[in-house]
């Protein structure tokens, strides 16, 4: 079944000299596809990236999510299906530091109508699904980067979203680290969650079932493999 359709959807970014960063392209994610997307520098994928995750809006096409144009939502109801079906993990971690771990993961649930309790909570038993429950009240400035990005990765997942998207996860990591991380992402798909990864890392691309290539602004392929 089919979470996220492109429908030729594109990105240019208007200016004096108009870029455009996307040429039209159809592509589906399925519920529960573990898809990595790879290319070059400057390749669209981070375009490509930010539109699935509706943090942008195409300058041409549809973009439907669960068969509905996103087009047709206002700025409150995009905000409100990011916040329930979309969870972010960014290679940079985006932690707040003056906040514990616990705090941090609490945040993914701030766009909900939950009470700061029942967040906590919610945080408490998504740390304990990345194995960092003993570390809840450490500031991210006492967690190694391994331990941050599972933070992070604790705070995509708190609302249990339909699809996770994450930026270079490992890129700041070191390979046990970066391990850890992609084993997190795995099991998250072994969950049902759809999990779309950019990333330069080579190995990490071919040993995921689906690897969509980049490169000038377009899809060049779009392979799966056992």
Same mark, same amino acid.
């Given at each position: 079944?089919?979470?996220?359709?492109?429908?030729?959807?594109?990105?240019?970014?208007?200016?004096?000299?108009?870029?455009?960063?996307?040429?039209?392209?159809?592509?589906?994610?399925?519920?529960?596809?573990?898809?990595?997307? *790879?290319?070059?520098?400057?390749?669209?994928?981070?375009?490509?990236?930010?539109?699935?995750?509706?943090?942008?809006?195409?300058?041409?096409?549809?973009? %439907?999510?669960?068969?509905?144009? *996103?087009?047709?939502?206002?700025?409150?109801?995009?905000?409100? %299906?990011?916040?329930?079906?979309?969870?972010?993990?960014?290679?940079?971690?985006?932690?707040?530091?003056?906040?514990?771990?616990?705090?941090?993961?609490?945040?993914?649930?701030?766009?909900?109508?939950?009470?700061?309790?029942?967040?906590?909570?919610?945080?408490?038993?998504? %740390?304990?699904?990345?194995?960092?429950?003993?570390?809840?009240?450490?500031?991210?400035?006492?967690?190694?980067?391994?331990?941050?990005?599972?933070?992070?990765?604790?705070?995509?997942?708190?609302?249990?979203?339909?699809?996770?998207?994450?930026?270079?996860?490992?890129?700041?990591?070191?390979?046990?680290?970066?391990?850890?991380?992609?084993?997190?992402?795995?099991?998250?798909?072994?969950?049902?969650?759809?999990? *779309?990864? *950019?990333?330069?890392?080579?190995?990490?691309?071919?040993? %995921?079932?689906?690897?969509?290539?980049?490169?000038?602004?377009?899809?060049?392929?779009?392979?799966?493999?056992?």
């Amino acid at each position: 079944m089919t979470l996220i359709e492109f429908d030729g959807v594109g990105r240019t970014y208007a200016g004096a000299s108009p870029v455009t960063a996307l040429h039209p392209v159809d592509l589906a994610i399925e519920h529960g596809e573990l898809t990595t997307i *790879v290319g070059p520098s400057g390749s669209g994928k981070s375009t490509l990236l930010y539109l699935l995750g509706t943090l942008d809006r195409p300058s041409c096409g549809r973009l %439907l999510f669960e068969g509905r144009d *996103v087009a047709t939502l206002d700025d409150r109801q995009v905000a409100a %299906l990011r916040a329930d079906h979309i969870g972010f993990v960014f290679q940079r971690f985006h932690l707040v530091p003056s906040m514990s771990a616990l705090d941090n993961v609490a945040t993914g649930l701030l766009y909900r109508e939950r009470s700061s309790r029942r967040r906590r909570d919610a945080a408490t038993a998504a %740390l304990e699904r990345v194995g960092l429950a003993g570390r809840a009240l450490h500031r991210p400035g006492q967690l190694s980067g391994g331990e941050q990005q599972r933070v992070a990765i604790a705070r995509a997942i708190i609302g249990g979203p339909q699809l996770v998207r994450a930026d270079e996860p490992t890129g700041n990591l070191d390979s046990a680290a970066g391990d850890s991380v992609v084993a997190l992402l795995r099991a998250l798909n072994d969950n049902g969650a759809a999990v *779309v990864v *950019v990333t330069h890392d080579v190995q990490l691309a071919a040993s %995921l079932p689906r690897r969509i290539e980049m490169r000038d602004g377009q899809i060049v392929a779009d392979a799966r493999h056992a």
